[in-house]
Every structure is written in structure tokens, then in C-alpha cells.
T-cell receptor, first 111, second 116 residues
Framework: QKEVEQNSGPLSVPEGAIASLNCTYS??????FFWYRQYSGKSPELIMS????GDKEDGRFTAQLNKASQYVSLLIRDSQPSDSATYLC???????????FGRGTSLIVHP | GAGVSQTPSNKVTEKGKYVELRCDPI?????LYWYRQSLGQGPEFLIY????????DSGLPNDRFFAVRPEGSVSTLKIQRTERGDSAVYLC??????????????FGPGTRLTVL
């Protein structure tokens, strides 16, 4: 089992819909969770961080963390074509400064 | 500067040559990370600096790879005797966090290395 798993996609949603991106992780002691967006040919850009169970909202983005089930998700409301990118999930094991990245999920928002 | 900068943006070299890749982190960020990313994959950790010292170099694939950060700011990743398998985008990131729990990282634009 990979340490951080994401469906590579692509996930295709219509403009205005909710996009749901999921990530599972293997280390039960993980404490820090991050979502990065990466446009084609560009570097990753941090969009959300979450550290405790539950939901965290920032504008159109909501991160959800469930440590018991070892998954973290990212919801994008009112999806726009400009949201089309690869979304990377990153997880820090407890006490570690080193994040492990998933391979990313490609999101396509079509008009 | 306002963000993390990396030079060069592109580097083409021949197999067996030596290359240096430079990273200038966000001013004041004590933590600096090097990653490499291949097409369709997430960033793969190489080395992490806290200040001037390499706190974790467990991701360096072999002894051809070396990195320094002599004054706790700019870092250089050095690759000796390059191989075609070293071709990738090399990413640098920096973080202000002093604790492991909250180390949100900010990435530079990357250096695309091509070994012919």
C-alpha cells in the first residue's frame, strides 16, 4: 500500500458543479495534511492545510479530514475552468518535517 | 524576494557532466527542501535543511547527489556524473515553520533538467 494514495483521474466536472477530490494515507500517526494545486508546467501551490478532524473552509474550497478512516478530501464548490489542474495531497507523519505527496488527481472543469 | 526563486529554469546537459541547481528561499524561512518530480508523479523528497545543516538527506538517491546551504539561505543542489535517469523537474520549497506540524511549504518555479 502506498503511503499516500490518490486517484489519478482525470475527474471531469461541469462548470458550476462541486468537484470532490479524495486522498487516503497509510500512517495512522499522521498529523498534518495539505492540498496543493499544480497547473500544467508550473510548480505546486499550497491551497489548503488541515490539522484536526472535521471541515475547514476557505472561500470555494473545503478540506475534510477523517483520521479514523485515514482520508482527507478537498471539495471545490462552483467549479470554474480555471480550477482545471492537478491536485496534490501531501501528508506529514507525526513529528516529521517531510511531507509525502500523492501522485495527484487531474481535474478538468468543462464549460 | 517575494517568493522562492530557482535558477536556471532549464538545464540541458550531457550524460556524465556535472550540474548545479540553485534555490533562493523566501527571506526569513529557515527550512528548505529539495524535491524532484517526474511526469505524472508527485514531488519526491530529496533533502531537507533547517538552517545551514542538512536535517534529513534520506531522499538523495545515491552519492552523486549533494546539496549545501552554507549561510542558511541560498542552497545549491549538485549532481555529479549525470545520468539520463536524472532528467526531471527539480523543485525547491521553503517554510517558516519551526515545528513539524505546521510546515506549509512554498515552492519555487523549478529547474527542468534534461540529460542527453
Amino acid at each position: 500500500q502506498k503511503e499516500v494514495e490518490q486517484n489519478s483521474g482525470p475527474l471531469s466536472v461541469p462548470e458550476g458543479a462541486i468537484a470532490s477530490l479524495n486522498c487516503t494515507y497509510s500512517d495512522r500517526g499522521s498529523q498534518s495534511f495539505f492540498w496543493y494545486r499544480q497547473y500544467s508546467g508550473k510548480s505546486p501551490e499550497l491551497i489548503m492545510s488541515i490539522y484536526s478532524n472535521g471541515d475547514k473552509e476557505d472561500g470555494r474550497f473545503t478540506a475534510q479530514l477523517n483520521k479514523a478512516s485515514q482520508y482527507v478530501s478537498l471539495l471545490i464548490r462552483d467549479s470554474q475552468p480555471s480550477d482545471s489542474a492537478t491536485y496534490l495531497c501531501a501528508v506529514n507523519k507525526g513529528g516529521s518535517y517531510i511531507p509525502t505527496f500523492g501522485r495527484g488527481t487531474s481535474l478538468i472543469v468543462h464549460p | 524576494g517575494a517568493g522562492v526563486s530557482q535558477t536556471p529554469s532549464n538545464k540541458v546537459t550531457e550524460k556524465g557532466k556535472y550540474v548545479e541547481l540553485r534555490c533562493d528561499p523566501i527571506s526569513g524561512h529557515t527550512a528548505l527542501y529539495w524535491y524532484r518530480q517526474s511526469l505524472g508523479q508527485g514531488p519526491e523528497f530529496l533533502i531537507y535543511f533547517q538552517g545551514t545543516g542538512a536535517a534529513d538527506d534520506s531522499g538523495l538517491p545515491n552519492d552523486r547527489f549533494f546539496a549545501v546551504r552554507p549561510e542558511g539561505s541560498v542552497s545549491t543542489l549538485k549532481i555529479q556524473r549525470t545520468e539520463r535517469g536524472d532528467s526531471a523537474v527539480y523543485l525547491c520549497a521553503s517554510s517558516a515553520a519551526g515545528t513539524a506540524a505546521y510546515n506549509e511549504q512554498f515552492f519555487g518555479p523549478g529547474t527542468r533538467l534534461t540529460v542527453l
